[in-house]
């Protein structure tokens, strides 16, 4: 069974900082995107970073210049540095990743659990 393992959520003051991580796990043949979302209360889901299988990044404008997602194609892991962390970034951030399972022709979308991000001010 093919899953995502998200870990380092918590509490945080503003103007701190967290770094989360998420590895997958199972029979994986290879990885494209890697990426985070998040979804506060009473919002949608939205995209926070994205990196592909080769490095290239995007982000979400709320987050440029705070946040950096990295990812360790060996480990099957992709990680979120959130710095500055402002009120508005409290959500559930999930991992997200397209992943070829072993003996299968398509990627497919995985998710995470969600891991939780409380910013007090």
């Known amino acids: 069974q093919v899953q995502l393992v998200e870990s380092g959520g918590g509490l945080v003051q503003a103007g701190g900082s967290l770094r989360l991580s998420c590895a997958a796990s199972g029979s994986i043949f290879s990885i494209n995107a890697m990426a985070w979302h998040r979804q506060a209360p009473g919002k949608q889901r939205e995209l926070v970073a994205v990196?592909?299988?080769?490095?290239?990044?995007n982000y979400a404008d709320s987050v440029k210049g705070r946040f950096t997602i990295s990812r360790d194609n060996a480990k099957n892991a992709v990680s979120l540095q959130m710095n500055s962390l402002k009120d508005e970034d409290t959500a559930v951030y999930y991992c997200y990743a397209q992943m070829k399972i072993s003996g299968t022709n398509a990627y497919q979308n995985y998710w995470g659990q969600g891991t939780r991000v409380t910013v007090s001010s």
């Open positions: 990196i592909a299988s080769g490095g290239n990044t």
